[in-house]
């Protein structure tokens, strides 16, 4: 179907609760009205990183005005744990601490503040225990959640041996902390008969549901999660939201009221887990093309006191450490590391940001070395067509689109007189300097643990011909809603304002997965269109009995449906298929084909396909200050057949930005006590508007449908664009090498704060003198 024969698909809607969010009427779960007599919840959090609780007196905390109960572990009538893989997670500790910012009780107070002021009046004892707070000090130690693995493919020891050329090196990446607008909060309501509804600002309501009901011992019959839309939550509420939901439910049992707990935005940042930071080594040979012939790379990632999703996080990083560049001898060793800091979790690109950066600094480290383009040495290592078209983990790459978006992009940008530009400009400056490159981006979309690939959902066809729709999905602002409403209204062929989608309810469709890995729009909509066409063929069935025509000649156009010489409204042939019995609502349901993954020798086709996109960034430093500016950018995207290319431009540009925040000044800071510092928007800077680039220019690859069978053939949007902030560090460490002599190799760590920034400077000024 192409744009112009399209009612919706294709089309830049506005997202659907736009006109509620610019008005201020758009409900988030603080905004839901609580039942009378709703208490609040907060918690008690630790202060020290590691030790064993000796005495937790709780009387000053009951005292406090307006406090009606504490919980503790004790309270806990089912299972002290919201772990989403291993149970390893408590929701109160009940003697060993093993993070500043842990749990260790609740209050239950007739205002916010009450519970929060209460909180902090507990008088606990401790005995402090010696604390790991870094991955280097944890891999030192031999501390790990989970076993460390491995990938190795060929020969990648005797090839570096053999190899023209060597370098080796290490590097460092920071972690993020999500900094979604609405914090984490849930609304636990008893309901009659033992049965539980909660409301949870959640990526994941089935997860809740589960471990609220594991919590209250009782069944996932018997609790209802529901979740309208989310401030955001960049995978920070795919995991984390267990805890609040089911602490909530907890003080909500103990009172027997409804109890609504809405962290502060600095317990939120001291007791949620943040994006893995990584510490690396490497060590790789390849030739005077740049072209590498053997590498050998080690991830060492700071995955927290627990396990939470350290294990999905770190295989995807493993996978998508080869980037957009075919790794044909290649050992890659990833260690889990355990330290007594927050347990870290799900953040966009789920792995994937932290593997890309090491393999981007690696071509980095070899243009520097050959004294060529790094842009030269990045297109000799792609993947071909045919040929080195085999990933480490054994998939082919059979979509490849790399070589000529890349092109595209290198000539529209003017990459390399930018580039002649850029030295002259250099060679003239001595205070500021500036710095260009040019990343691609390949990333696999699925979820690696394949049973999530699956998705529900419930069209009901009123009989007045209005419509609602529910699904598995969940809205964070994405426009997820958006791309289903518009599907339903392509399938049923009907203007989309008769559709009004509902709220996400474990109550609606049961067993949902999370609403991450960019597979929002895969899935759900594949689920959405499975309903609609089931409706639409029973119309068409009803219409074609009437008209004495066969099904096959019935045609939905426009909120009409013509069978032969009859034709009808879409409202009023649902009048009438209503009025002859016949079935109006149906569920639909999708699974994603073809992949196939062995956990055990990490081999198989993980990712249903991969999508592709690439950056160039300009940057200036000033050498005095250290201060970053991004000056331009320009982004070649590829989102297949776009479902909206409005909603699909803004989250190209929004993860571009946030991947920019993260490797350029989003810095977590933990003291020696192992105390996180950086915990209130007055410590932790996030991009700003002022941070985007006064020239940008951002486009999506047309005229390059999905060549699998996706919804219209369409890809993921979520993950991938951030990924494209990796081309403004580089830029970043393009600027510092201009302070030093040709062929430095700038010892800048992300993210590239202007304390870094200065650092390097020093550094290569100094190695060059």
């Known amino acids: 179907m192409s744009n112009a024969e399209s009612i919706t698909i294709g089309r830049a809607r506005e997202h659907e609760s736009a006109h509620l969010h610019v008005s201020g009427e758009a409900r988030y779960t603080d905004d839901v009205t609580a039942p009378a007599g709703t208490l609040h919840g907060a918690f008690g959090l630790s202060r020290i990183a590691h030790g064993r609780i000796r005495s937790l007196d709780l009387a000053p905390v009951l005292a406090a005005p307006g406090v009606v109960a504490v919980v503790t572990a004790a309270d806990i009538p089912g299972e002290n744990n919201y772990g989403a893989v291993v149970h390893d997670d408590p929701i109160f500790t009940e003697a060993l601490v093993e993070y500043a910012g842990q749990p260790l009780f609740g209050v239950v107070a007739t205002s916010h503040d009450a519970a929060r002021r209460a909180a902090r009046r507990a008088r606990v004892e401790y005995e402090e225990l010696p604390a790991l707070l870094s991955a280097r000090e944890a891999l030192a130690a031999g501390s790990f959640v989970l076993p460390s693995e491995r990938i190795t493919r060929g020969e990648p020891d005797a090839r570096i041996a053999a ?9 460092a990446v920071g972690g993020q902390d999500h900094f979604y607008l609405e914090g984490q909060i849930a609304l636990a309501v008893p309901q009659e008969d033992g049965c539980w509804r909660i409301l949870s600002s959640t990526q994941h309501p089935s997860e809740v549901q589960h471990v609220v009901a594991h919590a209250l011992g009782v069944t996932a019959k018997d609790v209802t999660v529901e ?38 935005r600095d317990d939120d940042m001291l007791l949620t887990g943040k994006r893995h930071d990584f510490w690396y080594r490497y060590e790789v040979g390849f030739g005077d093309d740049g072209r590498i012939h053997g590498a050998r790379l080690l991830l060492a990632s700071r995955c927290g006191y627990s396990v939470d999703l350290s294990g999905p996080v770190n295989d995807r990083a493993m996978f998508h450490v080869d980037n957009a560049y075919c790794l044909e001898h290649v050992d890659i060793v990833s260690h889990r590391c355990k330290t007594h800091t927050v347990s870290n979790t799900a953040f966009r690109g789920f792995g994937g940001p932290q593997g890309m950066v090491l393999i981007e600094q690696v071509m980095d480290e070899i243009a520097r070395h050959l004294g060529r383009d790094p842009l030269e040495v990045r297109r000799a290592n792609f993947y071909g067509i045919g040929e080195r078209d085999e990933t480490h983990y054994r998939m082919k790459v059979e979509d490849n689109i790399l070589e000529p978006l890349v092109q595209r992009l290198a000539t529209e940008s003017d990459y390399h007189a930018r580039r002649a530009a850029v030295a002259a400009f250099n060679a003239a400056s001595p205070v500021l300097k500036k710095g260009l490159a040019l990343t691609p981006v390949k990333f696999g979309i699925s979820f690696t643990a394949t049973h999530y690939n699956q998705a529900g959902a419930l069209l009901h ?19 997820l809603h958006t791309k289903v409403v518009q599907v339903v209204a392509e399938e049923l062929a009907i203007d989309p304002a008769r559709i009004r989608i509902t709220a996400t309810a474990t109550d609606k469709v049961p067993n949902t997965s999370a609403t991450a890995a960019s597979s929002g729009s895969d899935l759900n909509g594949m689920a959405a269109r499975d309903a609609a066409r089931k409706i639409r063929a029973r119309l068409a069935a009803f219409a074609a009995g009437q008209a004495g025509v066969a099904a096959d000649a ?14 009808w409204p879409f409202a009023a042939l649902v009048k009438a298929a209503y009025l002859a019995r016949v079935q109006l609502w149906d569920s639909g349901y999708y699974r994603t084909p073809k992949i196939h993954y062995d956990r055990a020798t990490f081999s198989g086709r993980p990712f249903y396909y991969f999508a ?3 950056a160039v960034a300009e940057v200036a430093i000033d050498t005095l200050t250290g201060e970053t500016r991004l000056l331009r950018v320009d982004i070649l995207h590829d989102v297949g057949s776009s479902l909206n290319p409005a909603l699909d431009l803004g989250q190209v540009e929004g993860g571009f930005l946030q991947g920019v925040g993260w490797l350029t000044c989003e810095e977590l800071w933990w003291n020696p006590r192992g105390e996180l510092a950086t915990h209130a928007p007055s410590t932790y800077k996030i991009p700003a508007c002022s941070d985007w680039p006064a020239e940008w220019h951002v486009a999506l690859l047309e005229r390059a449908p999905n060549r699998e069978e996706t919804i219209y ?23 510092v090498a201009a302070c030093g002599a040709p062929g430095c190799r700038p010892p800048l760590d992300a993210p590239a704060t202007p304390e870094a920034v200065l650092r390097a400077v020093d550094a290569v000024r100094a190695a060059g003198r």
């Open 713 to 735: 053939r369409s890809k993921a949007v979520g993950e991938p664009p951030f990924m494209l902030g990796i081309a403004a560090f580089q830029a970043i460490r393009d600027a």
């Open 461 to 479: 066809v009123y009989n007045d011909g209005s419509v609602q729709i529910n699904h598995g999905g969940t809205e964070m602002g994405q426009g």
């Open 554 to 567: 019935v045609v939905f156009e426009r909120d009409r449906i013509v069978a032969g010489e009859r034709e």
């Open 227 to 264: 979740m309208r839309r989310m401030g955001g939550g960049f995978g920070g509420k795919e995991s984390q939201p267990a805890l609040i939901a089911a602490a909530a439910a907890v003080m909500a049992r103990k009172t027997g009221r409804a109890v609504k707990l809405r962290l502060d």
């Open 612 to 614: 592709y996109g690439a």
């Open 163 to 171: 190899a023209p050329h060597r370098l080796d090196g290490e590097y």
